[in-house]
C-alpha cells in the first residue's frame, strides 16, 4: 500500500454565489459540498487531507472544527491553482508516495474514479482526469500529437482558435508522484494570459521529462460538475438526488415520481417500498420490506418496520417504528419516541420521547409526551400528557390493556394500572388502580327557561 496525501483546493472565492457564505459550504443533499469532498477522500484512507483556504477561510476552517483530521493550509494571495497545491507540500503531505488533487466546489466526484486515478499514479504515472464534453468554453484544453498521445493543457484565455475547437477538457482532478510534483511546482512561472501558476503546466513539464502522462474519463459527466452560481447548485442537487432515485428504483423502490424526493443522507429500503411524491428524508433512515410512505411526509433518522404506512404530511424524527403499524396522515413523531408493532398514531397527534406497546393506538388530536404506553392501550381524542410543571418534565405511565376515554388529561408523574378505563373529561391527577373506572364526579344542569344572547337585529 501506497500513502496517499490529498489536497483539496477551496480558495476561490465564489463571487458569483452572491453570499456570504463562503461557496464550499453551500449544501448538495443536506450537506456542505466541502464535506462531500473530504468523505470521498476519506474513503480512499489518506494518511492527510489538506485543505486550501483563502477567502472567508475562517468559516470554512470554523464549520470543520470537529474534524481533528484535517490540515488546513492558507493561500494568500491567490496566485493560481499550481500556487495552491504547492501551498499544501509540507510536512507529513511531502512525504507521502502520492498526492491527489480535489476541488472543493466539485463535490461529487466518484470514489471509483479517483481510485483509479490514484491507483495509477502509484505506478509512477501522472494520472489526469479528461472528458470529452459538449461544452468546452472557459476550461483548460487537452492538446494531444498526432499519434493520440497528450502533449500539454492549453487554458481557454490561452488557446488559440485551433485548440479552443478541442471538446477533450481538463475536470483538475489528478494523481501525481508526490515527489514529482514537489520537483514540479516550483518551477511553475505565470507568464500566461492570467498572471497565475497554472498547475496544468505540469502535465508539459512530464512529458519533456519522457514520464508517463495517462488520462482516465469519469463514468459520468455530473461527476466533474463544478459550481459557481446557484443555478448550478440547484441544477446539480437535482441531478444528484435523480442518482440516488435511480439507485432506489434498482433496489426495488416504488417512487411515484423520482423527481420529487430528497434524500438528504441516507436511505435504505427493503423490497417494494412505496414512496409518494415530495418526500424528505434527512440523517440516517431505513424502511423495512413493503412500506409505504405517503405524500409530503418528511422522515430524519427514523427506522420504519416492514409494512408500516406512514400516511401523509406526516414527520418523524429520530424515533424506531415497529411492524405493520400506522402513522399519520398529520402526525409528528418526536425525538426518542419507540413504537411497537402495529401501533396506529392518527390525525394530528404529536408523541415525543414515548414509548408505546403492540397494538395501542392514539387516533386524534392527542399529546403524548415523556410517557410509556404499554399494549392494547387505546387513547382517546383530545387526550393531553400534562408532563411539563413549568420547570421539570414528569412522566406518565399507561400501562397494559387500558382504555382512556376523550378528552382526558394526565397530570404526570402518574400512572394508570393495567386494564383499568378512565371516562371522558377526566383530569387524573393521582395514580389509577388496576381494572377500576376512574372519573372526575361532575354535574350536569339542565336549565330551563335560559335565553341564549342575540344578535342585534339587521335594519
Ligand atoms: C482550472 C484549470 C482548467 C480546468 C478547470 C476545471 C488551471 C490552471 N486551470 O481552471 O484547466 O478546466 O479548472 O474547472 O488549473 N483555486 C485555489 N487557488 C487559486 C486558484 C484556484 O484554491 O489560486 C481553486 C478554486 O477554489 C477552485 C479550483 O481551484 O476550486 C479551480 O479554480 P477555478 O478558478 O475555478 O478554475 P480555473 O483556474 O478557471
Ligand atoms: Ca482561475
Given at each position: 500500500m501506497q500513502s496517499l496525501s490529498v489536497v483539496i483546493l477551496a480558495a476561490g472565492q465564489g463571487k458569483r454565489m452572491k453570499s456570504a457564505l463562503p461557496k464550499v459550504l453551500h449544501d448538495v443533499a443536506g450537506k456542505p459540498m466541502l464535506s462531500h469532498v473530504i468523505d470521498r477522500a476519506n474513503a480512499l484512507s489518506p494518511q492527510i487531507i489538506t485543505i486550501v483556504y483563502g477567502h472567508a477561510g475562517e468559516a470554512v476552517r470554523a464549520a470543520f472544527a470537529h474534524n481533528n483530521t484535517l490540515t488546513w493550509t492558507e493561500q494568500s494571495?491567490?496566485?493560481g491553482t499550481g500556487h495552491a497545491v504547492l501551498q499544501a507540500m509540507s510536512g507529513a503531505a511531502r512525504t507521502t508516495d502520492v498526492t491527489l488533487v480535489l476541488y472543493g466546489d466539485v463535490p461529487l466526484v466518484s470514489v471509483a474514479t479517483l481510485k483509479t486515478l490514484v491507483d495509477d499514479a502509484a505506478t509512477n504515472k501522472l494520472a489526469w482526469l479528461t472528458m470529452n464534453v459538449s461544452n468546452p468554453k472557459g476550461l483548460g484544453r487537452i492538446v494531444r500529437d498526432t499519434n493520440g498521445r497528450v502533449r500539454e493543457i492549453v487554458e481557454d484565455k490561452d488557446a488559440n482558435d485551433e485548440q479552443r475547437?478541442?471538446?477533450?477538457?481538463?475536470?483538475g482532478f489528478l494523481a501525481c508522484p508526490t515527489a514529482w510534483l514537489a520537483r514540479w511546482l516550483p518551477m511553475l512561472g505565470r507568464n500566461n494570459a492570467q498572471g497565475e501558476y497554472y498547475l496544468t503546466d505540469i502535465l508539459k513539464l512530464a512529458v519533456d521529462e519522457g514520464l508517463t502522462v495517462d488520462t482516465h474519463s469519469p463514468q459520468h459527466e455530473w461527476e466533474i460538475t463544478g459550481v459557481n452560481s446557484r443555478d448550478q447548485l440547484a441544477a446539480l442537487e437535482r441531478t444528484y438526488q435523480m442518482e440516488i432515485a435511480k439507485n432506489l428504483m434498482e433496489a426495488g423502490v416504488t417512487l411515484r415520481?423520482?423527481?420529487r424526493i430528497d434524500v438528504r443522507g441516507t436511505l435504505v429500503c427493503g423490497e417494494d417500498v412505496v414512496i409518494d411524491i415530495n418526500c424528505i428524508f434527512e440523517g440516517s433512515v431505513a424502511l423495512g420490506q413493503g412500506v409505504l410512505i405517503g405524500a409530503q411526509c418528511i422522515l430524519r433518522d427514523c427506522q420504519i418496520g416492514e409494512g408500516t404506512r406512514i400516511l401523509p404530511f406526516t414527520m418523524i424524527d429520530s424515533a424506531t417504528i415497529g411492524m405493520n403499524a400506522r402513522i399519520g396522515p398529520y402526525a409528528r413523531i418526536r425525538p426518542g419516541s419507540t413504537l411497537a408493532d402495529d401501533v396506529h398514531i392518527g390525525n394530528f397527534v404529536e408523541v415525543k420521547a414515548s414509548a408505546i406497546g403492540d397494538g395501542?393506538?392514539?387516533?386524534?388530536l392527542s399529546y403524548i409526551g415523556d410517557t410509556t404506553v404499554g399494549k392494547n392501550v387505546n387513547v382517546g381524542a383530545g387526550t393531553i400528557t400534562c408532563n411539563y410543571d413549568g420547570a421539570n418534565k414528569h412522566r406518565t405511565v399507561i400501562e397494559d390493556n387500558v382504555h382512556i376515554g376523550s378528552d382526558v388529561q394526565l397530570v404526570a408523574p402518574v400512572t394508570v394500572h393495567a386494564g383499568a378505563t378512565v371516562a371522558a373529561g377526566t383530569t387524573i391527577w393521582k395514580d389509577v388502580p388496576a381494572n377500576t373506572l376512574a372519573l372526575n364526579e361532575k354535574t350536569q344542569l339542565a336549565k330551563t327557561g335560559w335565553q341564549r344572547p342575540k344578535k342585534p337585529e339587521k335594519k
Open positions: 494571495p491567490q496566485l475547437k478541442i471538446t477533450e477538457i481538463n475536470t415520481d423520482p423527481s395501542s393506538k392514539a387516533n386524534h
